[in-house]
């Protein structure tokens, strides 16, 4: 199973952006998936997730101003990023736990990261 984000770039402050993340490999399917960000010197940390079931919860720096979406029938999970501030600069991971047997229980996977710049 691999994870392949895209979509980070460099952005002026109040922009926007939209990550991707996309799953493949050998998946009878996928509990929750999430964003999580590390800045340099700093701990990873979660931006948003989102259940199987649709639920989703965010940190509360990013209220109001990110949203979470997957799309099930492509293993795909969306991050929009609004507003966008320089404190939001950090490469993003995307993270999914995907069950690929019926019988087995979900394993953690994580992406290779993909780098979000804010320009003050």
């Known amino acids: 199973v691999r994870l392949v984000e895209s979509g980070g770039d460099l952005v002026q402050a109040g922009g926007s952006l939209r990550l991707s993340c996309a799953a493949s490999g050998i998946i009878f399917s996928i509990n929750a998936m999430g964003w999580y960000r590390q800045a340099p010197g700093k701990q990873r940390e979660l931006v948003a997730a989102?259940?199987?079931?649709?639920?989703?919860n965010y940190a509360d720096s990013v209220k109001g101003r990110f949203t979470i979406s997957r799309d099930n029938a492509k293993n795909t999970v969306y991050l929009q990023m609004n507003s966008l501030k320089p404190e939001d600069t950090a490469v993003y991971f995307c993270?999914?736990?995907?069950?690929?047997?019926?019988?087995?229980?979900?394993?953690?996977?994580w992406g290779q990261g993909t780098q979000v710049t804010v320009s003050s």
């Open positions: 993270n999914a736990a995907i069950r690929s047997t019926l019988r087995g229980g979900a394993d953690d996977y």
């Open positions: 989102v259940t199987g079931g649709g639920s989703t």
